[in-house]
């Protein structure tokens, strides 16, 4: 035995390291190939200005924040710069500016300006520092210059949003906030609170920033702003749902009626209790993926929708670029609305599926419209090419063929497609009615495939001869809507009643 | 005076003059008559094989709808290259700059696999759906007139499936839903709306 243990170099070297080295090599390695913590978040400078809100990246040099100084005055006015060794020239509309590398100071005009830090010319890109920017932008910019640089958030002129926000002690209470320009904030709640936050809207903080209301279901709302947002969080003892009203000019946010909790996004409908899951029907109410959202049943007695109105895209789902600053997902959340009040105007009782700037997977959307168990789905997209209205039923997939009592996700439109060409056709007839140019096409666009009642989606094209920014206009989204109404309420028989 | 022998150079050279100008705009006008238009197509093999005509399934974003154009194309006997041809023929179209539905530049077909009974997956490159016109119609002419053309020319295809860069998508720019199986008699049936259209 002995002799066993004493052969060979390699135990003889074994022995000569110390036994705790071991542990320490692993604790030095181990390190690294742990897995990492949540990737820092990207730091951001919001700038506000009459001329454009926008958001730039913000990147640390020698433990300082700093910003591309070309970047930041581009969208504000004609802008140049070139780089001679270590010198940096700029010049914004008439004014001449000078940067050297690694120097604090800088020529504004005829004028030295501290930056506070040094300069940091980049590949050709100029780096001032966020602590310069007080002093150096009112040499650019008339008018009054606000800049948070704890929350880096940059107002340039008089742009700021304000808000009010009052308590309606009701049953349920009705928190209402008006702002003082058109919001459209990210929305999500978790329990105890709903959040909304403002990522380009100059919203700027109340006289105080928590604001209390003496209420135990909604006890208060405090305003927050870092890192270029701001932030709005409205604590609760109850579910909360805000919805939108005054042309995005007003935010009411009350407690969460029971049928209307399918219209809240994934992350809050997770939080419904199993109990409120849907009874099982013919048709195949959630797709393949089990258990990826809760849905509330419509009990008997309660109200039934007849239609569901679905805004498509939504968040960082944009959809089409209709114009430089106009995106789908604005118009088909506008015009989601607008049909919504239509609809209930003719009393025809409507849901919408996303009322908030949130995305929904399409395996949600559709399992939330089949829950509701409504007559009819009307998905809304808009699109820069072509003219009117376009009107679209599912263009079914290969292969989903239905088995006895087993209805294949990707085909469950198949037994409905009659109702749903009869829906298209009458609404057509409305549009066409009205000279409105309209279209009735099939198409390969998911959820359609997917409901389980009449489905159609509306794709809306700017008016004939107009160019795509008219289909943000009030008075253009309002006669569509409105004559798309006509269309549904005048086929409301034939679709027959909720299911 | 001038003298006579320096008159008549003058002429001769102003006479030279003119002659060049001349025979140089009868050039230039030939030379723009026989320039070719920017072919951003993908490189490929060259295809040997007789010339075939086929019919190729056009969008035209005018209309909304799909033309039908014969083309008369080089085409290889191996059934899976004639798809691949095919499909590279209806591409060239869009990515000419006079195109009526323009795709990105660089779009391209990576390869077609012709899987027996009926079905052919097409695989398109990044940049194809990447840059792809974002809307409903936008992307359902594209798709559908690649089905249709590959359907009307190699017999037997009933389904189609088409894939990005060898990968399954959602959509092809957002709307189009990629991650289904195209019928093909269901396309056919939008080609017929899409061409009854005004």
Redesign the interface.
Known sequence: MTSAVQIGPPRYALRAVPGYLPIVLILLVLPRHLPAGPAAEEKRLSVYAAAADYSLAVSERNGRDYVGLLELLEPLGPVSARSDGLHWRLRFKALEMEFIQAKSQAKVGRQEIDLGAPFVLENGRGLVPLTSLNPLLPHFVAGPLNFNEAARRLFLGNVGTHFTAQLSHGTPPRLVMNFTAPVNPTIATEPGRLRMVFHREPVVAPSTPTLTFNDTAIPSATFAESNGLAEITVTSSVSLMASFGNDGRTITISAVPQQTMAAQPKREAEQIPAATLPPSGTGPALPPAPGSTAVPATPAGQRGYFAVVDAS?GGE?R???LTGQLA?KDVTLAMARRLHLELEARGVPSLVLRDSDANLT?DQRATLANATHAALYIGL?A????SGV?L?TA??????DNNGPFVAW?AAQSRFVPLSVAAASGVASELERKQIPV????????PL?NITAAAL?V?LAPPPGSAPSQLNSPVYQQLIAATLANGVAAMRDKLGAPR | MIPRHLLIGIALMLAAALAMSAYVWRMRGRVAAVEPTADTRPLAPPVSGPMEPVTLYVAD?ET?SLHVQGASIPLPSDRQQRAEELLRALLGIYLDKASPHALPPASEVRAIYLVDPGLAVIDLNAVFADAHR?????E?LT?TSLIQTLAANIPGI??VKILVDGKER??LA????L??????A??N??VA??QA??
């Open positions: 895209h789902d959809g089409v670029a789908e399409l997209h699109a820069s090419d072509g376009r679209y263009m079914l997939p290969a292969g989903g990707d279209r009735v096409l099939t198409a390969p666009l998911r495939n989606a794709e | 974003d909304g974002s809307g409903v119609l936008q359902e798709v009933l389904r959602a959509s957002g709307h189009a839903d991650s289904n199986f195209y019928d093909v269901a396309v049936g939008f709306q899409a259209a005004p």
